[in-house]
């Protein structure tokens, strides 16, 4: 959805917007601090003939090319004004029901495919010589754990060149749980961002959760292995993505969000074992971070 203008009065900007909608190209109005209305088009096809429209509108709004289409689009408007009203009755209905996605993307077939690939070579974390290879570091004690004072110790392999690191541990998993439920999340988060958005968003979401996921988890508890980091990631992402740009189609049911919050303080109990919790507390923030900024300085790139 993107912008192709304002307009300062309210009830003209609702003439405009029953004239786009009569001429089939759906649009939203939005108000502004200044108490102007801004126009979102939904499709960028229909962008040009949009801002055509908007500049003989604006010339001469009294036109009988408008005040036609007005009348014609009416019932239309009135069913869009009741959708805006449910839409603020319940603002965090996050605009729009999430819907499990159907097929896959291309980049999040990759990463599951990657991340089957390599927990077989890994030996589901039995194969210490191959994990060694690609663990964040050798050390396997918490950077905070070791001797102070020592220099170089922190991310010694990496400071060497060996940058993969700090991403590969993401693709390794403990066993068939382990990597059943992380690509069961992958394969829904990941399509929703490629199918909503691009494959070049979902590269940089996997690229700095998983970094900032792996490092901070190194550092207070030692080295781990897995996507769930970057779940978390992708969770946090879209959550504040839906919360603070509601017009990019991205969605998190509510339901879902309890869901993750509750499991996320659930794994701090150890009642189901070792778990990653600050490589998943660390993505969920990254990821938080990064949707909120995006929501913010990107809502109107259909990339990002």
């Known amino acids: 959805m993107r912008s192709i203008g304002t307009i300062a009065e309210k009830e003209r900007a609702e003439t405009f917007l029953a004239v786009l909608i009569a001429a089939d190209i759906w649009s939203e109005l939005e108000s502004e601090p200044d108490g102007a ?24 709004p009294e036109h009988p090319e408008f005040t036609e289409a007005s009348r014609l689009a009416e019932d239309k408007l009135k069913a869009l004004k009741e959708a805006e009203k449910k839409a603020e009755r319940n603002t965090y209905d996050l605009r729009g029901k999430w819907q499990p996605v159907t097929g896959i993307g291309p980049l999040t077939f990759l990463l599951m495919a990657a991340c ?6 890994g030996g589901f974390g039995s194969e210490n010589e191959v994990l060694q290879k690609y663990y964040t570091t050798l ?52 399509t929703l961002v490629e199918k909503k958005k691009s494959s070049f968003l979902l590269i940089l979401i996997v690229l700095l959760t998983g970094v900032i996921s792996n490092v901070a988890q190194y550092y207070f508890s030692g080295p781990g292995m897995g996507f769930s980091g970057v779940g978390y990631g992708l969770f946090g992402f879209l959550w504040m993505r839906a919360k603070f740009d509601p017009k990019s189609k991205l969605s998190m049911d509510k339901k879902l969000v309890r869901f993750f919050i509750v499991w996320f303080f659930f794994c701090f109990t150890g009642i189901i074992g070792p778990i990653g919790n600050v490589a998943h507390g660390a993505g969920m923030l990254s990821g938080m971070a990064f ?12 990339y990002l």
């Open 116 to 121: 089957v690939l390599a927990t077989m070579y």
């Open 139 to 190: 050390y396997s004690k918490p950077v905070r754990d070791q001797m102070p004072g020592v220099p170089g110790v922190f991310l010694t392999e990496v400071k060497h060149g060996e940058y993969w690191r700090l991403i590969t541990p993401i693709f390794f998993h403990l066993g068939y749980l382990h990597l059943l439920f992380n690509m069961g999340w992958l394969h829904q988060f990941g």
């Open 37 to 60: 209305w801004r126009i979102w088009v939904e499709s960028d096809d229909k962008l040009d003939e949009a801002k055509a429209m908007l500049a003989r509108f604006m010339e001469n």
């Open 291 to 302: 949707g909120f900024v995006t929501a913010k300085l990107f809502r109107e790139n259909k």
